[in-house]
């Protein structure tokens, strides 16, 4: 069982919330890509479903609990949608 | 120990009931498995014979203490609630709703028309009614409103829903009727009325057409995120947004106020419903003790005892 975006910007201490554990049911790990969307797996109904949820969301939106780590990933940038 | 809980949701369960209800845990010793929800029900049920108060869908703003006597706890619908004890049990925060960056919705909440969260659906029976929202909360709500209300119009940002399908198909087949109006692709553009909500505007994202609606009520349903709130204001010492704790018996810096679950911190922490159990246990001996100075308690097993209502 590898490591989520999500997973591994909370063991770095990032100010990331993941109010659900990595469900996708709380879309506090929202983050949005700035370099690298193409590297990403693709976006599940569920994602989508609740990036939806969000007022503010942007096109390059993703949950970060739901990118799962892997080294096709380099050079990926992102920002916290709720840092601010 | 009477206890009374409030809570910001209209529902008892935090997390559990609000975020993943149908969710299973694997980690609750006593059950290889068991839904979030069934495992609220089931402490609700445990609970009862102490019959506890509960004041729900408020948020507690104040909290002072009377010289060297009760603490005051006022909510934001002002209702005032004494007790010699208080223990925070907040989780991550308090769930706020998500707002829309609308300009001025604020001077219509509090009673004026906008609303976050739908406390008594009665209330909107045969009023005009904008519900802004994509996924299953406003789904539902339009479903349970459409015979209530007057009119209803549901605002979503996309093309399309991804919630629960027979939702989905119920609303698209309320909308087919004429018996709710359905506004796509769509967002909130502005709300006006004269100290009052009277109309909200909507805007289409992709022609920026925009259309005016008369409502008597908007109710924005972008989800719930938690906030620490007015939980920063009463002198605790916080850090990292969680109440730092004494783990003799997890009391906090003020006497008589205790942090209990996922709202604590202290060295090796986890944030596990097992731990907030543990925590209770030694909070509740110690709240005791704090009552009742002087007193030689004696701790009874309930296999021996059994339990005795209040």
Not at chain 1, 52 to 70: F, G, I, Y
Not at chain 2, 144 to 154: M, P, Q, S
Not at chain 2, 158 to 186: C, H, Q, T, W, Y
Not at chain 2, 293 to 307: A, D, L, Q, S
Request: aromatic residues 8%; proline residues 5%; glycine residues 8%.
């Amino acid at each position: 069982m590898g490591l989520s975006l999500m997973e591994y910007l909370k063991a770095c201490e990032y100010d990331i919330l993941a109010t659900c554990g990595g469900m996708a049911l709380c879309a506090t790990c929202c983050v949005d890509v700035l370099e690298g969307e193409d590297k990403l797996n693709e976006m599940t109904d569920d994602e989508y479903a609740m990036l939806d949820t969000l007022p503010d969301v942007l096109p390059n939106s993703r949950l970060a609990c739901q990118l799962q780590l892997n080294p096709a990933m380099d050079g990926l940038v992102v920002k916290l949608h709720h840092a601010e | 120990m009477r206890c009374h809980l409030i809570d910001y949701l209209p529902q008892v369960g935090g997390q559990l009931s609000e975020i993943y209800p149908k969710k299973p845990i694997y980690d609750i010793p006593g059950y290889p498995t068991v839904l979030a929800q069934e495992l609220v029900d089931n402490l609700v049920e445990q609970a009862k014979p102490f019959h506890p108060g509960y004041t729900l869908g408020e948020r507690i703003e104040g909290l002072e203490k009377r010289g060297e006597g009760d603490f005051v706890l006022t909510t934001n619908m002002g209702t005032i609630i004494e007790a010699k004890v208080v223990v925070i049990a907040g989780g991550l925060g308090c769930f706020e709703p998500r707002k829309p960056a609308v300009a001025g919705l604020e001077q219509f909440e509090n009673g004026r028309g906008v609303n976050y969260m739908i406390l008594d659906p009665e209330k909107y029976r045969g009023q005009k009614m904008v519900i802004a929202g994509g996924g299953d909360s406003a789904l539902d709500w339009t479903i349970f409103l459409a015979d209530i209300v007057d009119e209803l119009t549901l605002v979503h940002r996309s093309e399309s829903f991804r919630g629960a399908p027979d939702s989905v198909n119920k609303v698209m087949e309320l909308a087919e009727s004429g018996k709710i109006n359905l506004v796509l692709n769509s967002n909130l553009n502005s709300v006006s009325g004269n100290g009052k909500l009277e109309s909200v505007e909507l805007i289409h994202n992709k022609t920026l057409e925009t259309n005016v609606v008369a409502a008597d009520h908007l109710i924005p349903l972008f989800g719930l995120s938690p906030k620490l709130g007015p939980i920063e204001q009463w002198n605790l010492n916080i850090s990292k947004s969680a109440i730092e704790v004494n783990t003799d018996d997890y009391s906090t810096n003020i006497p008589g106020i205790y942090a209990i679950g996922d709202i604590n911190t202290y060295t090796n922490k986890l944030k596990l419903i097992l731990c907030g159990f543990h925590e209770a246990a030694l909070m509740s001996h110690s709240a005791y003790q704090y009552m009742n100075p002087g007193v030689k308690y004696t701790m009874k097993y309930t296999t021996v005892n059994g339990v005795s209502e209040f």
